[in-house]
T-cell receptor, first 112, second 116 residues
Framework: NAGVTQTPKFQVLKTGQSMTLQCAQD?????MSWYRQDPGMGLRLIHYSVGAGITDQGEVPNGYNVSRSTTEDFPLRLLSAAPSQTSVYFC???????????FGPGTRLTVL | DQQVKQNSPSLSVQEGRISILNCDYT??????FLWYKKYPAEGPTFLIS?????DKNEDGRFTVFLNKSAKHLSLHIVPSQPGDSAVYFCAASPHPAGAGSYQLTFGKGTKLSVIP
């Protein structure tokens, strides 16, 4: 099993550009989440999904869209990147509960 | 308003001694608590958890204590090893384990350095 994979590892965008951060898991987990980690801020939940076709907002959803068309994939879309979205983004998945939540290696995004 | 607080940004401990990492929370609805460990350039990894119906949970060298009345939990690592050097995040959920408990609120983290 590859676990949770994220691509790309690094990305630099200009203000206003759009992009999609990819996340995939091969553990047949129902629950998937996106977090961002900023210096001195810990991890904050952006969006989450409890299964294919179902998504919901977390603590900091503004500026981000998600969809969950398959169990395996949970992409995060930035529609118009802003410097405030410069961060490290982590995707996570779990089967039934938070104690088995597995995190991907992260995507470091810089918006100029 | 920060609902999960880790007031010590960093902690240094000698190898073989005890490391104690602290976490306070303000939301009385939190029902399930977890500790995650994070190495640089990697995602967090689950370490240990505790339900609000317990006051202690142990797993090898790691023990988590929960004081609900004080809204305080702590992670004890005994004995500390150099490989334990990492950032430790405290997290909390308003749901019991397995029932929506993936909705986590994280603290800012404490960087532990274990000195050989």
């Amino acid at each position: 099993n590859a676990g949770v994979t994220q691509t790309p590892k690094f990305q630099v965008l200009k203000t206003g550009q759009s992009m999609t951060l990819q996340c995939a898991q091969d553990m047949n987990h129902e629950y998937m989440s996106w977090y961002r980690q900023d210096p001195g801020m810990g991890l904050r939940l952006i969006h989450y999904s409890v299964g294919a076709g179902i998504t919901d907002q977390g603590e900091v959803p503004n500026g981000y869209n998600v969809s969950r068309s398959t169990t395996e994939d949970f992409p995060l879309r930035l529609l118009s990147a802003a410097p405030s979205q410069t961060s490290v983004y982590f995707c996570a998945s779990s089967l039934t509960g938070a104690d088995t939540q597995y995190f991907g290696p992260g995507t470091r995004l810089t918006v100029l | 308003d920060q609902q999960v607080k880790q007031n010590s940004p960093s902690l240094s401990v000698q190898e073989g001694r005890i490391s104690i990492l602290n976490c306070d929370y303000t939301n009385s609805m939190f029902d399930y608590f977890l500790w995650y460990k994070k190495y640089p350039a990697e995602g967090p990894t689950f370490l240990i958890s505790i339900s609000s119906i317990k006051d202690k949970n142990e797993d090898g060298r790691f023990t988590v204590f929960l004081n609900k009345s004080a809204k305080h939990l702590s992670l004890h690592i005994v004995p500390s090893q150099p490989g334990d050097s990492a950032v430790y995040f405290c997290a909390a959920s308003p749901h019991p384990a397995g029932a929506g408990s993936y909705q986590l609120t994280f603290g800012k983290g404490t960087k532990l350095s274990v000195i050989p």
